[in-house]
């Protein structure tokens, strides 16, 4: 387990994530492009990841976390700035870092679940095999040899 410093580090930039891409409390019934209370729009591109997320999710868990990775890569080309550098080790712990905090949101978003039950249900045995599955599928597809130019 991480140590109290880190665990309030993590949870102080996953605060200032979800303010940044702007998904508090969405509700799976909103559609539109804001917040409601918060009046601010969700970027496009989360939101069409989040789409894709949900529509994968129907199939099941693993292609639902295989459109994560693919397009939070690209997002990542694009967004650079989305890495936090300064609490990771290397960028690769910093965009798993990422994929974490937009997993949380992503739940937050489809089912409306407070921070905490999210954060729970990524912390879920079987749910942390299934993402290193996944991570390893994903590392050896071709979108993430395109991604590492190979």
Request: aromatic share 6%; charged share 30%.
């Amino acid at each position: 387990m991480a140590s109290l410093n880190k665990q309030q580090k993590r949870a102080k930039r996953a605060k200032i994530k979800a303010k940044q891409i702007n998904i508090h409390g969405r509700k799976p019934a909103a559609l539109d492009d804001d917040l409601g209370e918060i009046g601010e729009p969700i970027p496009e591109y989360t939101l069409a990841m989040f789409s894709k997320m949900r529509d994968a999710e129907a199939v099941g868990r693993s292609e639902m976390l295989s459109v994560l990775l693919t397009n939070l890569a690209f997002i990542i080309i694009d967004h650079p700035e989305l890495l936090d550098m300064e609490n990771a080790d290397d960028e690769g712990m910093a965009a798993t870092h990422l994929a974490a905090d937009m997993l949380i949101d992503y739940r937050m978003w489809a089912d409306g679940m407070d921070r905490e039950t999210a954060q729970a249900w990524l912390t879920d045995p079987q749910f942390i095999t299934d993402f290193g599955d996944a991570l390893d599928s994903y590392r050896q597809s071709p979108d993430a040899q395109e991604e590492k130019g190979e």
